[in-house]
RNA sequence: UGCCCGAUAGUAUAAAGGUAGUACAACGGUUUUUGGUACCGUUUGUCUAGGUUCGAAUCCUGGUCGGGCAACCA
């Protein structure tokens, strides 16, 4: 595809790292948390990953940090499987931090043993305490001297549960007067008497991250562990581990994570509008979970091509939401099917079409595709449903749409002309009526007549009821976190907009669940999850651009 | 106030001391049986002050601004 595109940095390290011989297999790995579903951002990390090994050669190993059993579910386990894969990627081996948790212990023996950890009897309050600040150093811990027989006596006791729940911790002996906080003897392993959800009631003492990841890393010889920028100060003690258990050197480099506009990204924020209800689940339409943004219609064709678009780097950033809404209309305007549906109905009576006929018209599925999508038979009759706004009584200056004596051209089918319209006591508009030109039928026109605007429609007589679902940006500010205040404070009232009964071309009716469809002048749609074929349920991707009321709001 | 990371059009991202480029967005135009698509064009940029150099977005120094670090979370 791109040739001659230019490195990342990552990219630019591993080019070096192959090139001198360092290592000869490129080996990453995707290590999500299984507390949460998987979203945008982690699709970055999983296209990053993923990609480099699919371009360097090499593997990527999907592996689960799941060293803290209060906060994991086989549930997310299952769906952040679900999501890589539907991404269209392939780990090479699916691991878990909890099946290293017998060498984690050795190691935190080892490093016992060394001299270089002690259990910790303090309080968490009293740690906090002897912690420093950043400006301050550290204090030594009362127990910091212990024995190494006596810690190791300790550890292996806290292991066999003889500990409640905090009583004590193991910790690295480092320095805690280190510039780098995390560097002030940090915790190793914690009490945890809770069930985990692949271990069981196996453990009572688990390893934190710092002591899990880089070992992890290591015993899988991932030669290159990505991570994001949060990290940076953890690299140090990550080395450190390595060096001190003079294990396999994996080397940790960071970037910057994805934020995008109009959405958040925090697992605790998301999470808190599923419990909150201010959506319906995970999946829904609005979040910027892989499962909604799939739900929502967006292809893993279209999210591959956006994370490839924003690039790595080391900055923090905020994208465009527009951006991941122009790669999905890339991607769908090559590869949706075309049909009529009509959102906002309002009848048009042809008054010169006998009401007794019917005409099969010809509709071409794809204009973009190379095979034009082939051909669908679209009836036709003397009455339709149009969209209301294609039609003003007073028109607008450049207005190609219906008006009284105006002409346009019905989709696949006639020219028609405007002769007259009826309206209710309130003064609405409740019908159009119009004359057509039977010369100047799609396909075989005659009539030399050029109209500038074509409008779609649907036949009232052969159309399908459907829900539309018409969902939008979830928040109304760039970016609910930097505001003041609560992050819900920002909600956009207007994220989802029902339309209870919408007509769809009698096609639609056996609209596929996987299919995504252009809505033609309108945007992309597809079958929702919770579509029947008595109750048609569509939700609307993305709108298409739209040059008209841009120009005139 | 300590340590660490960073700063290039509105937003992202390139330019490994030598023409500041690309994409999205915005704006204008051409084509069009989707006010879509496609195509063409326009606007907008190196945080700042010094230094090194024939030449600095790039190297050095100071400053400014933004972010991270003081969970028995990851």
Redesign the pocket.
């Given at each position: 595809m791109s040739e001659e595109?230019?490195?990342?940095?990552i990219e630019?390290i591993i080019?070096?790292d192959l090139n001198s011989g360092k290592y000869e297999t490129l080996i990453t790995r995707f290590?999500?948390?299984p507390?949460g579903y998987l979203h945008i951002g982690h699709a970055k990390a999983i296209c990053l990953n993923f990609g480099l090994t699919k371009k360097y050669g090499g593997y990527t190993n999907l592996r689960f940090?799941?060293?803290?059993p209060?906060?994991?579910k086989t549930e997310y386990v299952d769906s952040q499987q679900a999501d890589i894969k539907w991404l269209g990627f392939e780990w090479k081996n699916e691991l878990y931090?909890s099946d290293y948790f017998d060498l984690l212990y050795g190691f935190a023996v080892k490093l016992i043993g060394k001299g270089l950890a002690y259990v910790?009897?303090?309080?968490?309050e009293?740690?906090?305490a002897l912690?420093?600040?950043?400006?301050e150093p550290?204090k030594d811990s009362p127990y910091r001297n212990r024995s190494i027989e006596e810690n190791l006596d300790l550890f292996s006791r806290m292991k066999a549960g003889e500990f409640a729940?905090?009583?004590?911790?193991l910790r690295a002996k480092i320095d805690m007067a280190s510039?780098?906080?995390?560097m002030?003897d940090?915790?190793i392993y914690?009490?945890?008497h809770a069930e985990h959800h692949r271990t069981g009631n196996q453990w009572c003492i688990?390893?934190?991250?710092?002591f899990?990841?880089g070992q992890s890393d290591s015993i899988e010889h991932v030669t290159h562990s990505i991570c994001?920028?949060?990290?940076?100060?953890?690299?140090e003690l990550y080395d450190w581990c390595i060096e001190k258990l003079e294990i396999y050197p994996s080397k940790q480099y960071?970037?910057?994570r994805l934020?995008l506009?109009y959405t958040v990204m925090s697992k605790?924020k998301l999470l808190q509008l599923v419990n909150e209800g201010v959506v319906t689940g995970w999946d829904d339409p609005r979040m910027p979970t892989i499962s909604g943004l799939r739900r929502r219609g967006y292809t893993p064709e279209s999210i591959r091509e956006f994370c490839d678009?924003?690039?790595?780097?080391?900055?923090?950033?905020?994208?465009?939401l527009?951006?991941l809404?122009?790669?999905v209309?890339?991607h769908l305007?090559?590869t949706a099917n075309?049909v009529m549906a009509v959102l906002d109905p309002i009848k048009l009576v042809i008054t010169n079409y006998p009401a007794d006929k019917e005409e099969l018209l010809i509709g071409?599925n794809?204009?973009?595709a190379e095979d034009k999508g082939g051909n669908r038979e679209i009836p036709f009759s003397n009455e339709l449903w149009i969209e209301r706004e294609?039609f003003m009584e007073e028109?607008?200056k450049?207005?190609?749409?219906l008006a009284p004596g105006a002409v346009v051209?019905?989709?696949?089918?006639?020219?028609v002309k405007c002769e007259d319209f009826v309206k209710d006591a309130e003064g609405n508009v409740t019908e159009i009526h119009c004359t057509y030109i039977p010369e100047?039928?799609?396909?075989?026109?005659t009539s030399g007549i050029?109209?500038?605007?074509?409008?779609?429609w649907v036949s009232t007589r052969h159309a399908k009821s459907a829900e539309v679902r018409m969902y939008d940006r979830l928040f109304s500010v760039e970016s609910p976190d930097?505001e003041e205040g609560d992050f819900k404070d920002y909600l956009n009232p207007n994220s989802i907009e029902i339309i209870k009964q919408a007509y769809i071309e009698p096609y639609l009716a056996t609209a596929d669940a996987d299919a995504r469809y252009?809505?033609?002048?309108?945007g992309y749609y597809c079958l929702d999850k919770d579509s029947t074929s008595e109750h048609l349920i569509f939700n609307r991707t993305v709108s298409?651009?739209?040059?008209?009321?841009?120009?005139?709001k």
């Open positions: 595109r230019s490195l990342n940095f630019e080019e070096n290590p999500p948390e507390n940090d799941d060293t803290n209060t906060t994991e931090t910790d009897h303090s309080t968490a009293d740690i906090a912690k420093g600040t950043p400006t550290g729940d905090g009583a004590c911790t510039p780098n906080m995390i002030r940090p915790i914690r009490i945890k688990y390893p934190m991250y710092d899990a990841h994001t920028l949060e990290y940076v100060s953890h690299r960071e970037f910057a934020n506009s605790r678009r924003i690039g790595i780097a080391k900055r923090e950033n905020l994208i465009e527009s951006l809404e122009f790669c209309r890339e305007n090559k075309r071409e794809n204009p973009e294609d028109p607008a450049k207005w190609f749409r051209r019905l989709k696949h089918a006639y020219i100047s039928k799609s396909g075989e026109d050029n109209v500038k605007g074509t409008i779609h930097g252009q809505f033609i002048r309108k298409l651009k739209d040059a008209w009321t841009k120009g005139n």
